[in-house]
């Protein structure tokens, strides 16, 4: 069979108890993030540029737990952790724990373009960032005043799969984490296999309870479904089913194959996804 070169782009904005009238611009969220992508695609550019530029998307709109907006840890504190993946080269980059760094997912493309090391955590991901002349916020600046007042329980999580028209697939994941974690705590999203991963099969970016993700290395597990020969969605529904069968846990995916087939599942109340196929429409779910 050959395989069809057809592009695709899939977002989510995080998996979780979102409140119904909270879901409209939440779905405009991830359709701007999905065309912000697209763009590039249609443009020729490469899956790893669409899936970092749609990332972005998401981490600078509030409305997201990731870079503004993220959910604060028991101190009140931003830390934030986010990862990018390239599946034809296995190539990937991640920060963990990270503060005053408005785009988290931007630093994890550099530590990937970098090349020595895989993953920086907390003062050893804002050394490496001073020293290649990584832009810094101020920590408070990424607070925005519904968090600081809400506190309160908020799950969240961007993330992106793309495929671009050479094929190539890229996975870019950002989070704020779990409203009141301790300080230091890491997520699945960072962790290349649990919440982010990419390879020859596919893509795929999690969200949900980082501890029982990183459990069932839930991102890899999808992609063993598809090697195995399921379609993207059954994958992502059979890695779901793992999930809450192993852990009892909630989570969410996004998933794109190699043929730029299209999948998603979650055991949460809701999950918003935008997702754009060749024909180029915009396509929302929850
Ligand atoms: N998976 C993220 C974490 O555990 C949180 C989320 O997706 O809501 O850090």
Redesign the pocket.
């Known amino acids: 069979m050959t395989p069809n070169l057809y592009p695709a782009i899939i977002v989510h904005g995080?998996?979780?108890r979102i409140r119904a009238e909270e879901m409209p611009s939440r779905l405009d969220g991830c359709q701007d993030a999905a065309l912000a992508g697209w763009k590039i695609i249609q443009q020729g550019g490469s899956a790893l540029d669409a899936a970092e530029a749609a990332a972005v998307a998401l981490e600078d709109n509030p409305l997201f737990?990731a870079g503004t907006g993220s959910t604060l840890n028991r101190l009140g504190q931003v830390e934030m952790?986010a990862a990018i993946m390239e599946g034809e080269t296995l190539r990937a980059g991640a920060v963990a724990v990270v503060q005053g760094i408005k785009n988290p997912v931007k630093l994890a493309r550099r530590v990937m373009e970098d090349g020595r090391h895989l993953l920086f955590a907390g003062e050893g991901a804002l050394l490496f960032a001073r020293q290649i002349g990584f832009p810094e916020c101020s920590p408070e600046s990424l607070i925005i005043e519904s968090e600081r007042k809400r506190w309160q329980e908020k799950?969240?999580?961007v993330g992106c799969v793309a495929r671009d028209a050479e094929g190539k697939i890229a996975v870019a994941t950002s989070?704020g984490?779990?409203l009141n974690k301790l300080p230091g705590r890491v997520?699945?999203?960072p962790l290349i296999g649990c919440?982010t991963y990419a390879n020859d099969y596919g893509g795929v970016s999690?969200?949900?309870?980082?501890e029982a993700?990183v459990r069932i290395v839930m991102a890899k597990t999808a992609l063993d479904f598809l090697k195995e020969g399921a379609e993207p969605r059954a994958a992502a529904h059979q890695a779901i089913a793992v999930l809450a069968q192993k852990t009892g846990g909630t989570a969410g995916l996004i998933i794109i194959d190699r043929r730029g087939n299209i999948g998603y599942a979650r055991n949460t109340e809701r999950m918003p996804v935008g997702f754009i196929r060749s024909d180029g429409q915009v396509h929302l779910d929850s």
């Open positions: 995080g998996a979780g737990n952790d799950h969240g999580t989070t984490g779990i997520g699945d999203s919440g999690c969200t949900g309870q980082g993700i």
